[in-house]
């Protein structure tokens, strides 16, 4: 709604094009996340011996959010 009222506004049209490329920067950004958390997860699992539960707990949260959105569309459309 809020991309409808601002491209009214400024002129613009939000088409297909537009809506795709955000999910797939989207999707880039979640697996990159996914990627960084968990090799600095296995830095210090290895170098310092310990676990960082906090890394864990996040890329727990992403994975989950990644499904649970999946399963919302999946089911909706």
């Known amino acids: 709604m809020i991309e409808n009222l601002i491209g009214a506004l400024l002129g613009l049209e939000i088409d297909e094009r537009f809506v795709a490329h955000r999910y797939y920067s989207s999707r880039l950004a979640l697996i990159a996340g996914m990627i960084l958390i968990l090799a600095w997860f296995s830095y210090e699992l290895v170098e310092h011996d310990r676990i960082r539960w906090d ?8 994975a989950l959010t ?11 459309r």
């Open 55 to 62: 890394f864990l707990i996040i890329a727990g949260v992403m």
């Open 66 to 76: 990644k499904l649970a959105a999946m399963a919302y569309f999946r089911l909706t």
